[in-house]
């Protein structure tokens, strides 16, 4: 009889654990319910008082750009970026520079040493009363008295671009200095005006210079504009209500001769010398470049979020 009321109240009480357990459970999904439905941050933006520095305003940027992994010549552009923010995500705008400073790479350097030394061997032998050298008839197509005057540069650039926002936030410098950043994308056309040696060809009655080898004077070269897609993407870390510093990468794939020589045009699948120097002779470049600005927003005040 003992056991018997033993064995009901052990039952009782493990009926009544399961029974507190699943109410405890019921009680906990009714109550994220109400908050979701009911609750302070039903219907709330994902931020509050966000300080929307693009929305409604102009950007003006000051801009120095930089050429990355040139073989002959690097370049510094000096210009600008100029958007208007239609949103605090998008914008539409410009941004271009002019190829104020050039300078030479260490290639170029000693293509032009071996090149002078090679001049004045050949000097030495028209003195002897020899002819030119077998190194000397293979190269004179390609090599000036002065290889940095044939070597092709950019000069100016000029891009209407698109640019989204998607990102947002705050940037922490040792957990004291706050700033706030963006990441942006951008894309569009590029109009690049480039120089490369002048066209030649001796079919055509303009033969190339360099064909008569008593002829010592430099390659010319000649301007001609370049459309090529242009995309990146970039930093804006802001400084006050109305000024930024703005880092940005940026991709601007087009072909180009940029050694001024005579690569292709002849051969199977022309993929040899021809003699002539034309646009057959321009190769695929990935041109990039880093572009370091100090943005300026307009008008000075930007809006709060409720």
Same mark, same amino acid.
């Given at each position: 009889?003992?056991?018997? @009321?033993?064995?009901?109240?052990?039952?009782?009480?493990?009926?009544?654990?399961? $029974?507190? +357990?699943?109410?405890?459970?019921?009680? %906990? @999904?009714?109550? /994220?319910?109400?908050?979701?439905l009911?609750?302070p941050?039903?219907? /709330?933006?994902?931020?509050?008082?966000?300080?929307l520095? #693009?929305?409604?305003?102009?950007?003006? +940027?000051?801009?120095?750009?930089?050429?990355? !992994?040139?073989?002959?010549q690097?370049?510094? !552009?000096?210009?600008?970026?100029?958007?208007?923010?239609? @949103?605090d995500?998008?914008? !539409?705008?410009?941004?271009?520079?002019?190829?104020?400073?050039k300078?030479?790479?260490?290639?170029?350097? #000693?293509?032009?040493?071996?090149? +002078?030394?090679?001049?004045?061997?050949?000097?030495?032998?028209?003195?002897?009363?020899?002819?030119?050298?077998?190194?000397?008839?293979?190269?004179?197509?390609?090599?000036?008295?002065?290889?940095e005057?044939?070597?092709?540069?950019?000069?100016?650039?000029a891009?209407p671009?698109?640019?989204?926002?998607?990102?947002?936030g705050?940037?922490?410098?040792?957990? =004291?200095?706050?700033l706030?950043?963006?990441?942006?994308?951008?894309?569009?056309p590029?109009?690049? $005006?480039?120089?490369e040696?002048k066209?030649?060809?001796?079919?055509?009655g303009?033969?190339?210079?360099?064909? =008569?080898?008593?002829?010592?004077?430099?390659?010319?070269?000649?301007?001609?504009?370049?459309?090529?897609?242009?995309?990146g !993407? *970039?930093?804006?870390?802001?400084?006050n209500?109305?000024?930024?510093? *703005?880092?940005?990468?940026?991709?601007?794939?087009?072909?180009?001769?940029?050694? *001024?020589?005579?690569?292709?045009?002849?051969?199977?699948?022309?993929?040899?010398?021809?003699?002539?120097?034309?646009?057959?002779?321009?190769?695929?470049?990935?041109?990039?470049?880093?572009?370091?600005?100090?943005?300026?927003y307009f008008?000075? %005040?930007? #809006?709060?979020?409720?």
């Amino acid at each position: 009889m003992r056991k018997t @009321t033993k064995k009901t109240m052990r039952r009782l009480l493990v009926g009544l654990t399961a $029974g507190l +357990a699943l109410a405890a459970v019921g009680e %906990q @999904t009714a109550s /994220a319910q109400e908050i979701l439905l009911t609750g302070p941050l039903a219907g /709330a933006p994902a931020v509050r008082k966000l300080r929307l520095y #693009r929305e409604g305003r102009i950007e003006v +940027a000051p801009a120095i750009s930089f050429t990355l !992994l040139d073989e002959y010549q690097r370049t510094m !552009l000096f210009g600008a970026r100029i958007n208007y923010n239609f @949103t605090d995500w998008l914008a !539409l705008g410009v941004w271009g520079g002019f190829g104020g400073l050039k300078l030479n790479t260490g290639l170029t350097d #000693r293509v032009q040493d071996v090149n +002078a030394e090679r001049r004045t061997q050949e000097q030495a032998r028209t003195d002897a009363g020899l002819g030119p050298s077998v190194s000397r008839r293979l190269t004179a197509t390609n090599m000036g008295p002065k290889f940095e005057d044939q070597i092709g540069t950019i000069d100016w650039i000029a891009a209407p671009q698109i640019t989204a926002v998607p990102f947002r936030g705050k940037l922490a410098l040792f957990q =004291n200095i706050y700033l706030d950043t963006d990441l942006y994308f951008f894309a569009g056309p590029a109009f690049i $005006g480039v120089s490369e040696r002048k066209e030649c060809d001796p079919d055509a009655g303009t033969p190339c210079q360099g064909s =008569n080898l008593d002829d010592k004077t430099p390659y010319e070269r000649e301007s001609r504009v370049a459309i090529a897609p242009t995309f990146g !993407l *970039g930093f804006t870390f802001y400084v006050n209500k109305w000024n930024a510093i *703005g880092f940005e990468w940026r991709g601007i794939p087009f072909a180009r001769n940029t050694g *001024g020589f005579d690569n292709h045009g002849g051969g199977p699948d022309s993929k040899f010398p021809d003699q002539k120097v034309n646009a057959d002779d321009r190769d695929f470049k990935f041109n990039q470049m880093l572009t370091l600005s100090y943005n300026f927003y307009f008008p000075q %005040q930007y #809006r709060v979020s409720e």
